[in-house]
Structure formats: structure tokens, C-alpha cells
Antibody, heavy 120, light 104 residues
Framework: EVQLVQSGGEVKKPGESLKISCQTS????????IGWVRQMPGQGLEWMGL????????RFSPSFQGQVTISADRSVSTVYLHWSSLKASDTATYYC?????????????WGQGTRVTVSS | DTQMTQSPSSVSASVGDTVTITCRAS??????VAWYQQKPGTAPKLLIY???SLQSGVPSRFNGSGSGTDFSLTITSLQPEDFATYYC????????FGGGTRVE
């Protein structure tokens, strides 16, 4: 059974750094893309980017390029989303997603979401 | 980048009704469109992929159609558990989502 299990909610201050995680199981970690989707409070879904863990190739939405980094640790089948300096506007729920291809393929599995609150 | 314009933003319906939601892509998307259902406080769930293919385990009352730039999701015989928000998504290049439709 494919599972994507995300780390717990976070409360941070503006300017702080943060790394959230998505631990996967039930499929070949190296053979699929894992990405992140943002949902701001009461808003819709926004695709942020994807990583191919086998070679760490990444693809980003133009809206998020340079704003976050995505990395993978193959030893623990886990993907990370990292901010170096949070802003209040980063307050949102973040979902990790799986896709078998970088394009022309939907997000067939989703994590449960990680709520990030950034407030002074 | 391709924008997805989804309508209506909300629809009022009753159990047993048929509901149709549409999405228009700003650029040709072939049939690379998916539909998701999201209930409050939970992650979205894939319903339809490749415009009209039903994801495993999804009831057959969900039907997707369209190609090119115009796509639709139809829910026939609406059930109590179908009251949720629905999103279209295009995956032909830079991924984008529609704005969502709340079925209430």
C-alpha cells in the first residue's frame, strides 16, 4: 500500500528556517516523482515543485522557484521541503504528492498535510 | 503557462441531483486533465485522470469528459458523501489547478 506520511504541524516566526518532511512507503521510491502542493487558508491548490529521488532532479513552478528547496534522502525514502527564511505569507497547509511522471500524470497519492503557521 | 478557469465557484444541489462542473484551459491541454475531490480538513483525492479515466475505487457516478481546452466533471445521482470541493488540474507542462467548485 502506497503511503505518504508527513511531519507534524509547525508554528514559526518570520525569518526562521523550516524543513518539513514526507516519508514514503509501499512503492519504489526511486521510480516516481514526489512533489509539494500549497493550500493557503480557505484557498485553492497551488503546485510548488517536484523531485525525482533517483537523481534529485527538481522541477519548480515559476511562482515558487527560488522561494523553497526540495530535497530527498533515499536512505529513508523521505522528501523534504525547506524554507531558509519564512514569511507570514507562507502560512498554509502543505501536501506532498506522488506522480509517476514529471508531466502528463496526475497526483495519485497525497500525504495528510502539514499545517505551517508563521506569525510574530 | 496554462491557466485553468473553473466554473461555477459553487453550486447548490440536493441528494439525487446531477451536477456538472467545467474547466477551460487557456492553452491546448490534449486530454491531460485530472479531477480531485477535497473534503474539509482532508487531503484531495484523485477521481478522474486523462480527462475521462476513472481512478480505481471511485464510484461510477463520477464521469469526466472533454479534450483540447474544454473539460467537465459530471456527478450523477449525487450522494451525501459527494458534498465537497472539486478541483480540475492540467498536467501538460507546468501543473496548474482550477479555482475549485464547492458543491453544497
Amino acid at each position: 500500500e502506497v503511503q505518504l506520511v508527513q511531519s507534524g504541524g509547525e508554528v514559526k516566526k518570520p525569518g526562521e528556517s523550516l524543513k518539513i518532511s514526507c516519508q514514503t512507503s509501499g512503492y519504489n521510491f526511486d521510480r516516481s516523482w514526489i512533489g509539494w502542493v500549497r493550500q493557503m487558508p480557505g484557498q485553492g491548490l497551488e503546485w510548488m515543485g517536484l523531485i525525482f529521488p533517483s537523481d534529485s532532479e527538481t522541477r519548480f513552478s515559476p511562482s515558487f522557484q527560488g522561494q523553497v528547496t526540495i530535497s530527498a534522502d533515499r536512505s529513508v525514502s523521505t522528501v523534504y521541503l525547506h524554507w531558509s527564511s519564512l514569511k507570514a505569507s507562507d502560512t498554509a497547509t502543505y501536501y506532498c504528492v506522488r506522480s509517476k511522471r514529471v508531466t502528463t500524470y496526475p497526483f495519485d497519492y497525497w500525504g495528510q498535510g502539514t499545517r505551517v503557521t508563521v506569525s510574530s | 503557462d496554462t491557466q485553468m478557469t473553473q466554473s461555477p465557484s459553487s453550486v447548490s444541489a440536493s441528494v439525487g441531483d446531477t451536477v456538472t462542473i467545467t474547466c477551460r484551459a487557456s492553452q491546448y491541454s490534449s486530454n491531460w486533465v485530472a479531477w480531485y475531490q477535497q473534503k474539509p480538513g482532508t487531503a484531495p483525492k484523485l477521481l478522474i485522470y486523462a480527462a475521462s479515466s476513472l481512478q480505481s475505487g471511485v464510484p461510477s457516478r463520477f464521469n469526466g469528459s472533454g479534450s483540447g481546452t474544454d473539460f467537465s466533471l459530471t456527478i450523477t445521482s449525487l450522494q451525501p458523501e459527494d458534498f465537497a470541493t472539486y478541483y480540475c488540474q492540467q498536467v501538460n507542462g507546468v501543473v496548474s489547478f482550477g479555482g475549485g467548485t464547492r458543491v453544497e
